[in-house]
């Protein structure tokens, strides 16, 4: 399963710290993606990234930044600012712009303590 | 925005039967419908998908069929095994402004008794 990798698998913070969620893509893809996965509500979008230095909000940016510096990674900061994190975060990333399969990481699940 | 629904929540049914899932999407600009599966801890995996420009897509036992004048598109698993419960995502994809926005539905938990 390369290819989309994510760290760590399980993450367990204090309310009021900030966290970073790491996820790195050796498929040579544009665009990559950060969703949040609650039960019963499926994959909801946080942020997306286009092409390096570019990246716009998604659907439920609030509480939530991220930076993308290189082609293959794209990390995921939580803030303290997010008033409910704890869920599973998943990366994906996709060839190009245009609409085509999105390949996911395996997961981080972020519990605040 | 898109609004995609998904039905049922939940399916169980016995090995050997079949499994169908339902799903709508209300932007006529969607022009791509994937479906992934999802087992427990791990991640979404893409099993089939259909573009708008095709009715029917079957790859072995499992087929999707889409009827963009209704809008809605539907995931059908036939000879259905242990392996393959797992939960269901629909998902109804478009380019917008050069960016591929993907909505997903809510997920479809389908057991298969053996």
């Known amino acids: 399963d390369g290819g989309i990798t994510q760290s760590p698998k399980y993450l367990f913070r204090k309310e009021g710290q900030n966290v970073t969620l790491s996820c790195e893509q050796n498929?040579?893809?544009?665009?990559m993606y950060w969703y949040r996965q609650d039960p019963g509500q499926g994959l909801r979008l946080i942020y997306y990234?286009?092409?390096?230095?570019?990246?716009q909000k998604g659907d439920i940016a609030e509480g939530y930044s991220v930076s993308r510096e290189k082609k293959e990674s794209f990390p995921l900061t939580v803030t303290s600012a997010q008033k409910n994190p704890t869920a599973f975060y998943l990366c994906?990333?996709?060839?190009?712009?245009?609409?085509?399969?999105?390949?996911f990481g395996p997961g981080t699940r972020l519990t605040v303590l | 925005g898109e609004n995609v629904e998904q039905h049922p929540s939940t399916l169980s049914v016995q090995e050997g039967d079949s499994a169908v899932i339902k799903c709508t999407y209300s932007?006529?600009?969607?022009?791509?419908f994937p479906w992934y599966k999802q087992e427990l801890g791990k991640r979404p995996q893409l099993i089939i998908d259909?573009?708008?420009?095709?009715g029917e897509k079957k790859d072995q036992r499992i087929a999707v069929t889409l009827n963009k004048t209704a809008k809605h598109f539907s995931l059908h698993i036939t000879e259905t095994q242990p392996e393959d419960s797992a939960v269901y995502f629909c998902?109804?994809?478009?380019?917008?402004?050069?960016?591929?926005?993907?909505?997903f539905g809510t997920g479809t938990k389908l057991q298969v008794i053996p």
């Open positions: 994906a990333s996709s060839q190009d712009r245009v609409v085509n399969e999105q390949f």
């Open positions: 259909i573009r708008s420009n095709v």
């Open positions: 498929l040579n893809h544009d665009a």
């Open positions: 990234s286009q092409i390096v230095n570019d990246f």
């Open positions: 932007d006529s600009a969607s022009n791509y």
């Open positions: 998902a109804a994809s478009r380019n917008s402004g050069g960016y591929q926005k993907v909505t």
